[in-house]
């Protein structure tokens, strides 16, 4: 079986700290990818990787920045936390090809910025 | 760009009942329609897709969900609900054609609630 595995279950930081959320995929996956998932709003994409050093921008990638630097690590950085990042992060990933395309998620950080 | 659009914030129905959870998607392309659940306190869990061919896509834990390609919809469907089927439930599509990239768009979640 896949494994996704995030670094933290709960997390609580304060305004303007430094905060890193680390996922890991034991799998050998091409794609990796964070997402943040607000009630109503379902899950949103804030960055992707195909390959390691490589990153794409999702749809809300503001305020957050990413490093990959080996093929089963990615992290999720927030430079400067603030509270309207306060959600659940969740990290996915998947292989690149056209016959295996799910997605499969970590089991999420509830990230509280205070 | 691609979007879902699941038009009930919450589905409410009686154990043995069937249960209905509505989507509908936009993409440029051909689409590539899944459907993830997430327990209480657990990650998504992946539960069928559709790629291509037969319209009727068969998943895990007894669910079911039909393609529909002129109606541009997904709904998710199970013939007989179970307490334990309660849970919130993700549609997503992707765009088949490799230009666009790997990115999902899910939809906004409709939470299941299984009453005995």
């Known amino acids: 079986d896949v494994k996704v595995t995030q670094s933290s279950r709960y997390l609580v930081k304060r305004t303007g700290e430094k905060v890193f959320l680390e996922c890991v995929q034991d799998m050998d996956h091409e794609n990796m990818f964070w997402y943040r998932q607000d009630p109503g709003l379902g899950l949103r994409l804030i960055y992707f990787?195909?390959?390691?050093?490589?990153?794409e921008k999702g749809d809300i990638p503001e305020g957050y920045s990413v490093s990959r630097e080996k093929k089963e690590r990615f992290s999720l950085i927030l430079e400067s936390a603030s509270t309207n990042q306060t959600s659940m992060y969740l990290c996915?990933?998947?292989?690149?090809?056209?016959?295996?395309?799910?997605?499969?998620f970590g089991p999420g950080t509830r990230l509280t910025v205070t | 760009a691609q979007s879902v659009a699941q038009p009930e914030d919450q589905v409410n129905v009686a154990e043995g009942n069937p249960l209905t959870v509505k989507c509908t998607y936009s993409?440029?392309?051909?689409?590539?329609l899944f459907w993830y659940v997430q327990y209480p306190n657990r990650g998504l869990q992946f539960l069928l897709k559709?790629?291509?061919?037969?319209?009727l896509v068969k998943g895990s834990y007894g669910f079911e969900a039909e393609f529909n390609k002129s109606q541009t919809s997904f709904h998710l469907k199970k013939p007989s609900a179970l307490v334990s089927d309660s849970a919130l439930y993700f549609c997503a599509v992707r765009d088949s054609r490799k230009a666009a990239g790997n990115k999902l768009t899910f939809g906004g979640g409709t939470r299941v609630l299984v009453k005995p």
């Open positions: 990787s195909y390959d390691v050093k490589m990153k």
């Open positions: 993409v440029s392309g051909n689409p590539y």
């Open positions: 559709y790629i291509t061919g037969d319209n």
């Open positions: 996915a990933s998947s292989l690149d090809s056209q016959n295996r395309l799910s997605q499969y």
